[in-house]
């Protein structure tokens, strides 16, 4: 069964954060219920949230708040910005 939604390439940098674009896609389409055979969060994506502190609630969280892609690199952009020492 071919799947009707894809999500951005794992190559697809947005704001400049690697696997943003393709988390981003996944948490909306699971939010949506058309993710489909995809998995969020797959191990890339749980890799991304430690990288960054962020839960998996959090992070759907930021993706309801944040409905656009320039919303979700201001909100990305905060949390950077606060994990630093």
Not at 62 to 69: F, G, L
Not at 70 to 75: K, P, T
């Amino acid at each position: 069964m071919p799947l009707d939604w894809k999500p951005r390439g794992r190559d697809v940098i947005i704001g400049n954060i690697p696997w943003l674009a393709r988390i981003t896609d996944k948490a909306r389409a699971k939010l949506r219920g058309v993710i489909g055979e995809y998995i969020y969060p797959c191990p890339a994506d749980k890799a991304f949230l430690e990288k960054y502190g962020l839960t998996e609630e959090e992070f759907t969280r930021m993706v309801k708040e944040n409905p656009t892609d320039n919303e979700m690199i201001a909100a990305m952009r905060k949390v950077i910005e606060s994990r630093k020492p």
